[in-house]
T-cell receptor, first 112, second 111 residues
Framework: ETGVTQSPTHLIKTRGQQVTLRCSSQ?????VSWYQQALGQGPQFIFQ???????GRGNFPPRFSGLQFPNYSSELNVNALELDDSALYLC???????????FGPGTRLTVL | GQQVMQIPQYQHVQEGEDFTTYCNSS?????IQWYKQRPGGHPVFLIQ?????EVKKQKRLTFQFGEAKKNSSLHITATQTTDVGTYFC???????????FGPGTRLSVLP
C-alpha cells in the first residue's frame, strides 16, 4: 500500500450537481497531483499542488478546482457536473516536484 | 502540446512468452516513468529513467530509455499470470512540469 487514501470510494451524482473528492497524501509528501482516468484510457493530468499552491494545470475547464491544506491533504471540486465527467479520479502524492508519484486507490464518479 | 503514444494497445501472450511495449513521445523528455495498473486497481510506480540510453532491470522486467530521449520500452521475459494488467509510460518534457501519460498497453497472459 502507498499510504495515499482517497474518499469516497464511489460516488453517484446527477448532471449539474457539484462534488468534492478528498485525498490524504503519504506522510511527508508535499506535492499532490490529480488525474482523471476515463475507462480504457490513461490518466489525464488535472492539476498539481505544491506546498498549498497550484503548480500546473492540465486542459480542464475552471469548474474543476482544487485546494491543498497545511497538512498537504487535498480536495478536488467539480461544479456543474456533466455526463463526461464520469471517470476514476486519482490523486498521487510525491515528496517533491520531480519525485516518484504514489497513487491512491481512486474515487469512481458516475454522473447520471 | 506534448503527446505520448504507446503500442500495442493490447497484447495477448501465452504464459512463458516474452512481452514488449513501446512508448513514443512527440517531444524530448527530461525523464520517463513506467506504471502498472491491475484490473480494478490504481497505477503503481515501477521505475523512472533519466539518462539517454539508460537501461534498468527489475527481475524479469527490462526498461530502456532511447538515445534521443523520445522513446522508451518495457520488456518482460517469460511472462507470468501475475504480469496481467495495463502498463503505462508517463513522460515529462521539463523538470517541474507535469507528467503526460500514454494510453497504456493492456497485457493478458493465458495460463
Amino acid at each position: 500500500e502507498t499510504g495515499v487514501t482517497q474518499s469516497p470510494t464511489h460516488l453517484i451524482k446527477t448532471r449539474g450537481q457539484q462534488v468534492t473528492l478528498r485525498c490524504s497524501s503519504q506522510s511527508g509528501h508535499n506535492t499532490v497531483s490529480w488525474y482523471q482516468q476515463a475507462l480504457g484510457q490513461g490518466p489525464q493530468f488535472i492539476f498539481q499542488y505544491y506546498r498549498e499552491e497550484e503548480n500546473g494545470r492540465g486542459n480542464f475547464p475552471p469548474r474543476f478546482s482544487g485546494l491543498q491544506f497545511p497538512n498537504y491533504s487535498s480536495e478536488l471540486n467539480v461544479n456543474a457536473l456533466e455526463l463526461d465527467d464520469s471517470a476514476l479520479y486519482l490523486c498521487a502524492s510525491s515528496l517533491a516536484l520531480a519525485d516518484t508519484q504514489y497513487f491512491g486507490p481512486g474515487t469512481r464518479l458516475t454522473v447520471l | 502540446g506534448q503527446q505520448v503514444m504507446q503500442i500495442p494497445q493490447y497484447q495477448h501472450v501465452q504464459e512463458g512468452e516474452d512481452f514488449t511495449t513501446y512508448c513514443n513521445s512527440s517531444t524530448t523528455l527530461s525523464n520517463i516513468q513506467w506504471y502498472k495498473q491491475r484490473p480494478g486497481g490504481h497505477p503503481v510506480f515501477l521505475i523512472q529513467l533519466v539518462k539517454s540510453g539508460e537501461v534498468k532491470k527489475q527481475k524479469r522486467l527490462t526498461f530502456q530509455f532511447g538515445e534521443a530521449k523520445k522513446n522508451s520500452s518495457l520488456h518482460i521475459t517469460a511472462t507470468q499470470t501475475t504480469d496481467v494488467g495495463t502498463y503505462f509510460c508517463a513522460g515529462r518534457q521539463n523538470y517541474g512540469q507535469n507528467f503526460v501519460f500514454g494510453p497504456g498497453t493492456r497485457l493478458s497472459v493465458l495460463p
